[in-house]
């Protein structure tokens, strides 16, 4: 592709999975950026984007709108809000919508785009920020033939895994939300593993280490266990906020719900990611979720329940 033919892309939102999507798509792509942070714009703009002043100036010229924002009350204004993407954009070009909000909202959200003549393609992603820096995302896909055409360029640049779902809106939702059912499990079940390993006097780290290698291991409890272990001392980088769960397995069980499926373990992960909301903990890593099952300083000088040596038990 030409440099002449290369689609002006546009990324409304630069956030923890946004920004580094937007340097990744700004590194091969004419690039325009918006979010309500001046300093996340300027960090994008040095690598060679435009900065826009709005969410309708960032739109204006773009051939392709990727949306990268945290929920549906988000979704609705950057698109429709005053100011908003969808009024600003030409027919014919294409919203690629990488949030997850559900298949519904989603289905919702291309129905009012194609009042404007605006296409749309259903693309959440999963795989963290230093993947999606690297172009090493898994991609789900739910859309018509023609929007994915018109999409290509940014899902290629951004995907190492592109799974077209289905050709309807909210396909690439439905799958995302299992990714997010099995997601949000392990993370719970690491953070019972951890708590567990963690008040019987065990060194978490040891525990991490030595069971992430084999059956017992997964990817969550690789990757969230050191971060939990984290959690008790300055805090682990988040990466995941822990009320981004809080909003994906509410998704998931609504979904279950409408379907009739019971899923009793996720909704008993989504309560723990409650109580670690109710606890303060929303804008801290998901990781953080463990302090709930075993809190910091709880039980100071080792086992709990363990009389200390030398001493009665109470």
Known sequence: MSPDTLPGTAVIGLGAMGLPMARRLASQ?????YDIDPNRRAQVASD???????????????????????????????????????????????????????????????????????????????????????????????????????ARPVLDLL?????????????GQALKAINQLLAGVHIAAAAEAVALARELGLDPG???????????????????????VQAYGEGAEVRSRLDIFVKDMGIVTDIARTAHVPLPLTSAAQQLY?????????????????????????????????????????
């Open 159 to 171: 995907a190492s895994t592109l799974t077209v779902v289905g050709p309807r809106v909210g396909d």
């Open 48 to 150: 060679g984007a435009t900065d826009a002043g709005s969410v309708a100036e960032a739109a204006r010229n773009a051939d392709i709108v990727l949306l990268a924002v945290r929920d549906q009350a988000q979704l609705d204004s950057a698109l429709f809000g005053e100011g908003g993407a969808a009024p600003a954009m030409r027919p014919g070009a294409v919203v690629v919508l990488t949030s997850t909000v559900g298949p519904d909202v989603a289905r919702a959200t291309a129905e009012r785009l194609d009042e404007y003549g605006v296409l749309t393609v259903d693309a959440p992603v999963s795989g963290g920020p230093a993947r999606a820096g690297n172009g090493d995302l898994l991609v789900l896909v739910g859309g018509s033939d023609e929007a994915l055409a018109s």
């Open 274 to 314: 409650l109580l670690g909301e109710r606890a303060g903990l929303g804008a801290q890593d998901d990781s953080s979720v463990v302090t709930v099952l075993s809190p910091d300083g709880a039980f100071p000088g080792g086992h709990p329940g363990r009389a200390s040596e030398g001493h009665d038990a109470k």
């Open 29 to 33: 792509l004419p690039v325009t950026v």
């Open 206 to 228: 040891t525990v991490i280490e030595s069971l992430r290698h084999g059956a017992a291991g997964s990817f969550m409890f690789g990757d969230r266990g050191p971060r939990m």
